[in-house]
């Protein structure tokens, strides 16, 4: 069945780099749009990333332009957040999610992972 | 970016009553709202999407409406399983982003 399984979350220091994996299965991971979400402890979600099936165009929220990275491995079914300069307020157990749409991304999420929490502190 | 604004905060409500949660949007995402749903240390599932479009397997006793700025869930009938968090997310512009959030609670 369908399962996404994050992974590479942990305890960093402010300024220091991490990156997150999400190893796909159960479906064709080549032709979904991909997102990253995030929930800080006892918050709500926020949207952080997504990239386009093919890898070609990518978006992110503001506050992490600039810093973080998605990418994908399509041969390994992998999905990747690439974490810079990490600041405090990124502190947050972080989803990977699949997009709604086949091919041709809809914005809206339909299946998710369990998450990897990532705290950053000194 | 567009922010949502989600009323109320909390509902308390009991099992068999109607929910009626609202989510506001800074300015118009015409209708590509959708509704999530989140249990306590469970990944949120997707409920309605394009304003009133129910995802596949949700249960009829939920449902969506609005359009421009204003979009309603409704929830008629409160199973045990309903009481949740519940989030707006808006596709119209990027960056996506999300409401804050309505707790469904037992009264």
């Known amino acids: 069945q369908l399962q996404m399984v994050e992974s590479g979350g942990g305890v960093v220091q402010p300024g220091r780099s991490l990156r997150l994996s999400c190893a796909a299965s159960g479906f064709t991971f080549s032709r979904y749009a991909m997102h990253w979400v995030r929930q800080a402890p006892g918050k709500g979600l926020e949207w952080v990333a997504i990239?386009?099936?093919?890898?070609?165009?990518?978006f992110y929220t503001d506050s992490v332009k600039g810093r973080f990275t998605i990418s994908r491995d399509t041969s390994k079914s992998t999905l990747y957040l690439h974490m810079n300069s990490l600041r405090t307020e990124d502190t947050a157990l972080y989803y990977c999610?699949?997009?709604?749409?086949?091919?041709?991304?809809?914005?809206?999420?339909?299946?998710w992972g369990q998450g990897t929490l990532v705290i950053v502190s000194s | 970016e567009i922010v949502l604004t989600q009323t109320p905060a909390t509902l308390s409500l009991s099992p068999g009553a109607r929910a009626t949660l609202s989510c506001r949007a800074s300015q118009s995402v015409t209708s590509y709202l959708a509704w999530y749903q989140q249990k306590p240390g469970q990944a949120p599932r997707l409920l309605i999407y394009?304003?009133?479009h129910r995802a596949t397997g949700i249960p009829a006793r939920f449902s969506g409406n609005g359009s421009g700025t204003d979009f309603t869930l409704t929830i008629s009938s409160l199973e045990p399983e309903d009481f949740a968090v519940y989030y707006c997310q808006q596709r119209n512009n990027w960056p996506l982003t999300f409401g804050g959030g309505t707790k469904v609670d037992i009264k």
């Open positions: 990239i386009s099936y093919d890898g070609s165009t990518t």
């Open positions: 999610a699949r997009d709604e749409g086949y091919y041709e991304s809809t914005g809206y999420v339909d299946s």
């Open positions: 394009d304003a009133s």
